[in-house]
C-alpha cells in the first residue's frame, strides 16, 4: 500500500462499501496533491469511500487500465445481487507446479461441494493447446510448401523439357 489501508475482515463481513484503488486510478480521479483517503468514488451507482491506494507496480507494455478493489462480499451482494462466486481466479506462488495446485484446488472444492460441479482451466493447458495449434499450423504451411515446390519443379522441367525438344527438333530441320 502506498497511502491507507487495505480491507479488513470488519469490511467483508459487512459488506463495507469501501474501496481500494491503483496509484493510476488515483491520479485519474483526484488532483495531483489531493489525498484520495476518505473521498467518495462512485463504482457503478454504487458510492464507495478509498480506504487505500497501492503502490506503482511496473507492468508489461503500456497498460492504460484503472484498478479497484472492493470487498467481495460487497460486490456479490450490493453490484451483482448474488449469493455465490461464477469465477475464482487463482494465482500460484513459481515454486508450486501447477499440477500440484489445480489438483489440491479440485480436491478442496470437491470437499465443500459434495461433487464436482465445477470446471477448471489452468494456464498450462491454455498453453498446451496453443502449442498444438502452432505445431498444426506449421504442419500445414510445410505442406502447402513442398506441394508448391513440387509443382514449381514441375512447370520448371516441363518448360526446359519443351526448350530442349524445340532446340532438337529445329537442329533436325536445319540438318536435312
Known amino acids: 500500500m502506498d497511502k491507507g489501508s487495505s480491507f479488513r475482515q470488519s469490511d467483508v463481513q459487512k459488506q463495507a462499501q469501501v ?10 480521479l483526484f488532483a495531483a496533491h489531493e489525498n484520495p483517503i476518505g473521498k467518495i468514488v462512485f463504482v457503478g451507482d454504487l458510492p464507495c469511500q478509498v480506504i487505500g491506494v497501492t503502490k506503482e507496480k511496473g507492468t508489461f507494455g503500456n497498460n492504460q487500465n484503472l ?3 472492493l470487498p467481495y462480499t460487497s460486490v456479490m451482494s450490493r453490484l451483482l445481487g448474488q449469493n455465490y462466486f461464477d469465477l475464482i481466479t487463482v494465482r500460484v506462488k513459481e515454486e508450486v507446479p501447477n499440477k500440484i495446485a489445480e489438483q489440491s484446488i479440485i480436491k478442496l472444492l470437491k470437499q465443500r461441494h459434495g461433487t464436482k460441479n465445477f470446471v477448471t482451466y489452468s494456464t498450462d493447458d491454455i498453453l498446451k493447446t496453443a502449442q498444438r495449434t502452432t505445431n498444426t499450423l506449421i504442419l500445414l504451411i510445410s505442406t502447402i510448401v513442398v506441394i508448391s515446390l513440387i ?4 512447370g520448371v522441367m516441363n518448360i526446359m523439357l519443351v526448350s530442349v525438344s524445340e532446340r532438337v527438333v529445329f537442329q533436325t530441320w536445319i540438318l536435312r
Open 19 to 28: 474501496v481500494v484503488i491503483d496509484i493510476k486510478t488515483s491520479k485519474k
Open 67 to 69: 484498478l479497484i478493489w
Open 151 to 154: 509443382v514449381g519443379g514441375i
